[in-house]
């Protein structure tokens, strides 16, 4: 059976959802913290040890922004009422973007890494402000910086994501097949599944039945 120490996850369909059942997107937003928050649990159960959230992107900012204020406060409170218990269960968090955003947040954020810094049942990588593009061209002006040879170990060294495995899994819901700027440095050997359920629909069992299809998958990295 194939190992699977990350899984990569892009939560779509929170508006649709919300629109679908509420008449309101933020009402989709607010239903999809409960997903994931039943998703990181069932990682730590399958023993899985990085799990990296696809939250806002950089791409993001062109939603309303009556929108982006609302996505923002929900994350706000979510840090502050989930901190505690991200340390009983042993979670480290670590943000991977860029942290331009309030004050409040950012300090919100440094704080909720640098208390849990020390856990070690689970990493959860919330990717706010995140572009994949922009990850790479970040890492590339930093190796001209320094001198350094473009390479692919030291491309990899200089992401957001630096000393975490690549994904072995990228799970999308939403019924929509394509990356979106999402990890496309760390994703090139990744197994994807995209599943048709939106976020907030998303359950256990179906993250369950893609890990046992992962697993039983034969992986070649171009050999035969």
Do not use: C
Request: hydrophobic letters at 35%.
């Amino acid at each position: 059976m194939n190992p699977l120490n990350h899984v990569a996850i892009i939560m779509d369909g929170n508006g649709r959802w919300g629109i679908k059942n509420k008449n309101s997107r933020n009402a989709g937003h607010k239903a999809g913290l409960k997903t994931v928050e039943l998703i990181i649990k069932n990682s730590i159960d399958h023993n899985i040890k990085f799990l990296t959230l696809y939250a806002f992107s950089t791409e993001n900012w062109k939603r309303p922004k009556k929108e982006i204020n609302y996505l923002f406060s929900l994350l706000e409170n979510f840090l502050k009422n989930k901190l505690i218990n991200f340390n009983k269960h042993n979670i480290k968090l670590k943000i991977i973007g860029k942290k331009n955003f309030s004050k409040n947040l950012n300090n919100l954020l440094k704080k909720s890494e640098s208390k849990t810094k020390n856990n070690t049942k689970i990493q959860v990588n919330l990717a706010l402000n995140y572009g994949a593009k922009s990850e790479i061209i970040n890492a590339v002006n930093k190796l001209n910086k320094q001198n350094l040879k473009i390479t692919e170990k030291n491309i990899s060294s200089h992401l957001y994501t630096k000393n975490i495995p690549d994904p072995e899994l990228l799970i999308r819901t939403g019924n929509t097949k394509r990356l979106s700027n999402f990890l496309l440095w760390q994703l090139s050997y990744s197994e994807i599944f995209f599943e048709k359920k939106l976020w907030p629909d998303f359950n256990t069992n179906n993250f369950n039945k893609i890990i046992r299809k992962y697993k039983n998958l034969k992986r070649n990295f171009g050999s035969i």
